[in-house]
């Protein structure tokens, strides 16, 4: 079957580093995707990695382990604004686009 | 800044119905998408739209379920004949070129089924 993991909830403090995880296993994969999703708003895009390593944009950065079925979503200097949801999804179609999507880690951003 | 569209915002329907859900995607955007997130729960993938076609669906995506894009600008999700379980927030997305990866995602359809 597929299935991903994540942390429920994380709290950190307003200016602090934050790594949430997310690890997998699906039949296939096409890339990894990190959304953020505030409550009851739609996701919106933050990262994409298909290969391994570091993507960073801005005070967001995505790691990727293809070979662990791992990846992380750092956010650094953080904001109030950041709490939300944070969700993990993998495309586990080789060739098309089939979304499997992680059960989201509810981050708080305390002052 | 060009957005995705979704209406209605809300839509209460009894079991048994059928509905629509209608979505206007970015102009230039190629590739469509729709997904579901039961209150509390995950989001799900249930079908990708190319080329006036499908392209992937996900299990949860039945014969109860159709796509269509009926002109230029909407594309449509069609569930049959309604079930409690149906009872979801209803997201339509969409996106450019195959080389591009960002999805942008409409503010949701909420449909609860009595």
């Known amino acids: 079957g597929q299935n991903i993991d994540q942390p429920t909830e994380m709290t950190a403090t307003e200016g602090a580093i934050v790594q949430i995880n997310c690890t997998y296993q699906t039949s296939g994969f096409n890339g990894l995707f990190w959304y953020q999703q505030h409550a009851g708003e739609a996701p919106t895009f933050l990262s994409y990695n298909v290969l391994d390593g570091l993507e960073e944009k801005g005070r967001f950065s995505s790691f990727l382990s293809r070979s662990k079925g791992y990846s992380y979503l750092l956010l650094k200097e953080l904001q109030m604004k950041d709490s939300a949801s944070y969700l993990c999804?993998?495309?586990?179609?080789?060739?098309?686009?089939?979304?499997?999507f992680g059960p989201g880690t509810r981050l708080s951003v305390l002052p | 800044e060009p957005e995705v569209t979704q209406t209605p915002s809300h839509q209460v329907t009894q079991m048994g119905q059928e509905v629509i859900l209608r979505c206007v995607p970015i102009?230039?955007?190629?590739?469509f998408y729709w997904y579901r997130q039961i209150l509390g729960q995950k989001v799900e993938f249930l079908v990708s739209f190319y080329n006036n076609e499908i392209s992937e669906k996900s299990e949860i995506f039945d014969d109860q379920f159709s796509v269509e894009r009926p002109d230029g600008s909407n594309f449509t999700l069609k569930i049959r004949s309604t079930k409690l379980e149906d009872s979801a927030m209803y997201f339509c997305?969409?996106?450019?070129?195959?080389?591009?990866?960002?999805?942008?995602f409409g503010p949701g359809t909420r449909l609860t089924v009595t």
């Open positions: 102009s230039n955007h190629l590739y």
């Open positions: 997305a969409s996106k450019t070129a195959s080389g591009s990866y960002e999805q942008y």
């Open positions: 999804a993998v495309n586990k179609d080789n060739y098309g686009q089939n979304f499997v």
